[in-house]
């Protein structure tokens, strides 16, 4: 990873992009951002890549596809967009049971099959950075995975680990209770950061789903002068009605607690006492967009509502609400960046996909 000199604050004079965790749905959200940023430039000024769950699938389809030209957003489209037309969540659950194996080792073998054709972590370009954001349930914070090393900031680190790419992304998306833990052999000899010396250490590290820490990957580029954030998380949605059986309060309370640490990164991040020193650009599933500005693709609420409510998770979905995330995603990245970094760049006049949002 190359670094740049610090600004005045500290900053690294550098642009890094967020993909936040939310299923297929934050997945395909990603796939239209990546579409509009790319159009404007802006992505091939991405130096880190931080991602989270669902947009760690995106991420690991981006790590496919990234030659020194650029970034191929068409392959990535055409391998997303088909992956999410198959329900991988179910058959990593029961395929796990049926072969007595956890289901975040099948659904790894899931990403293999459908995605990732048994790339390793050591197969992701030098450049962007690209950091797949785990939590580790021993210690509780947030376990970091790139191609130069491992590492949980209270635990130590492991240089160039050796693992499957698909476990990786496998240990992001595993959403508890169904796909959790995440048991994987400890890849590698951890060392301390400062010291580089053997420290103790699990012999299987136990890892959940990153959005349990921080569902939008934020942490770990927090350092950058610029980070673009594509949140497609789903808005927490009230209920008057619950339901008292043991899996849907479960569901119901990792929802409570996802929301609660989804706002406390956004607030920290957009509020925080030297947010005037950054540059901040968040695009959301969760926010009213009334704020931003129009670009002349029609975006009916009541559609970007339905959308937004589409369920979290790995699961097939019509290829019609494909196709209308990925316009969705491409719209709000563009309202939110252009009058920024691009104000002198056109509006876009039509979806990449079409339909519009239905």
């Given at each position: 990873?190359?670094?740049d000199p610090p600004t005045?604050?500290?900053l690294r004079p550098a642009t890094a992009l967020c993909l936040s965790g939310g299923g297929f749905r934050a997945m395909l959200f990603h796939v239209g951002?990546?579409?509009?940023?790319a159009e404007l430039g802006v992505l091939d000024e991405v130096r880190t890549v931080s991602s989270v769950s669902g947009g760690s699938i995106a991420a690991a389809a981006m790590s496919m596809h990234w030659s020194p030209e650029g970034l191929d957003v068409d392959a990535v489209e055409r391998s997303l967009f088909d992956l999410a037309g198959t329900t991988l969540d179910v058959r990593a659950v029961l395929g796990g049971w049926a072969r007595l194996r956890a289901p975040a080792t099948q659904l790894a073998a899931l990403y293999d099959q459908y995605l990732l054709d048994g790339r390793s972590l050591q197969d992701v370009p030098d450049e962007?950075?690209?950091?797949f954001n785990t939590t580790n349930m021993h210690s509780g914070n947030a376990f970091m995975w790139s191609k130069d090393a491992a590492h949980d900031y209270s635990i130590g680190r492991i240089i160039e680990p050796q693992i499957a790419l698909s476990l990786v992304v496998a240990a992001s998306s595993s959403f508890p209770p169904m796909l959790s833990p995440a048991r994987i052999r400890t890849p590698g000899v951890m060392v301390h950061h400062h010291t580089g010396t053997p420290v103790p250490a699990q012999s299987r590290l136990w890892l959940t789903d990153g959005g349990v820490y921080d569902n939008m990957g934020i942490q770990s580029v927090d350092d950058h002068q610029t980070v673009l954030i594509s949140d497609g998380g789903a808005p927490f949605a009230a209920t008057a009605k619950l339901s008292t059986n043991w899996l849907s309060i479960t569901l119901r309370t990792m929802s409570l607690l996802q929301n609660q640490v989804g706002k406390r990164r956004r607030y920290e991040e957009l509020y925080a006492p030297d947010a005037?020193?950054?540059t901040r650009l968040l695009w959301s599933l969760r926010n009213d967009h009334s704020g931003l500005g129009d670009d002349g693709l029609h975006l009916p609420p009541d559609r970007m509502r339905a959308l937004s409510g589409v369920h979290?998770?790995?699961a097939k979905m019509p290829p019609e609400t494909r196709s209308q995330l990925i316009n969705l995603g491409y719209a709000l990245a563009d309202r939110r960046v252009r009058p920024v970094l691009r104000p002198d760049a056109a509006a876009p006049s039509a979806f990449p996909r079409a339909g519009g949002l239905g």
């Open positions: 990873m190359t670094t005045p604050h500290g951002a990546l579409r509009r940023l962007p950075y690209f950091v005037s020193t950054k979290t998770r790995l």
